[in-house]
């Protein structure tokens, strides 16, 4: 299972099952876990833990030095999932002293051709990252997001669940859950009505979520008004209060919002 050209460190574990692919090259820190599958070419350093059934494609490097210029060599780490797919030339660094020590992507994820993933992000369930998508540091991304290709996130912003991203936006603020964002500087045009149909998610949750949506960012108060009379609103809907949730914790960003209310 694993080509005699592959260079792999004596002291790294490896799992059950796990196929490594000619002229990969694995470090003394690193953790295979069962069924990975690590195709050619591909490049594993430092504290990395790749999880169970995960496939990496040629070209990608994981766990080396983020592009942190405050890093210090110190000894974060990466952790990866299960059953994601890494596709070709995708780079993912660990975390820093400056953040959490550590970059964690979840289970299930899909990062296309290119995907930058920078150091102390955290990825969560399900998400899609299009060719060439790019996250700064320290953003995290919520379960079942789609960011579209080209698009690049920047440092601390947070994307909420079942977020979409279209291709070729800057977002520089934080996107709420089920938000649909466009633009070269992104903002915010509607929620991700087709997703949540998708997901099986009821009408009558997708109204309230709509409806949120339009009280939060067309109310005619200030920002953080509206959000009181949605929230006093629409309290008995799970969804909406994800939002508000959201909405109402800690963060470095102010949020994406509609054209014209930027």
């Known amino acids: 299972m694993i080509h005699p050209t592959a260079i792999i460190s004596p002291l790294a574990k490896i799992g059950k099952n796990v196929k490594i692919g000619p002229y990969s090259v694995i470090g003394d820190e690193v953790e295979l876990c069962d069924d990975v599958e690590i195709f050619s070419h591909v ?45 070709e030339y995708v780079t ?11 970059t964690v992507i979840g289970d299930g994820n899909l990062l296309m051709i290119g995907v930058h993933v920078a150091h102390d992000c955290v990825i969560g369930d399900g ?35 079942h977020a979409i991203i279209g291709g070729m936006a800057g977002v520089e603020r934080d996107v709420i859950p089920y938000g649909a964002v466009k633009g070269e500087r992104g903002y915010l045009y509607d929620v991700n ?33 509206n959000l009181k009379q949605a929230e006093e609103a629409l309290k008995d809907s799970p969804y909406a209060k994800e939002i508000f949730n ?3 914790e800690k963060s470095k960003r102010s949020f994406c919002q509609t054209k014209g209310n930027e």
């Open 246 to 248: 959201f909405m109402n």
């Open 193 to 225: 009505v087709v997703g949540l149909l998708r997901s099986g998610v009821d009408r009558s949750e997708i109204k309230a979520l709509q409806a949120a949506y339009d009280m939060i960012f067309h109310g005619g108060k200030t920002l953080m008004e």
């Open 92 to 102: 993912i660094h660990p975390g820093t002293e400056g953040g959490n020590m550590k």
């Open 43 to 87: 490049c594993i350093n430092g504290r990395t833990a790749i999880g169970n059934g995960t496939k990496v494609f040629p070209f990608a490097a994981i766990g080396f030095s983020p592009q942190d210029l405050k890093y210090n060599g110190e000894k974060s780490c990466v952790v990866v999932g299960k059953n994601n797919v890494i596709r």
């Open 127 to 161: 998400a899609i990252l299009a060719n060439n998508a790019t996250l700064a540091g320290h953003v995290a991304v919520g379960n079942h997001v789609i960011i579209g290709g080209l698009s690049a996130v920047h440092q601390f912003v947070r994307i909420g669940h």
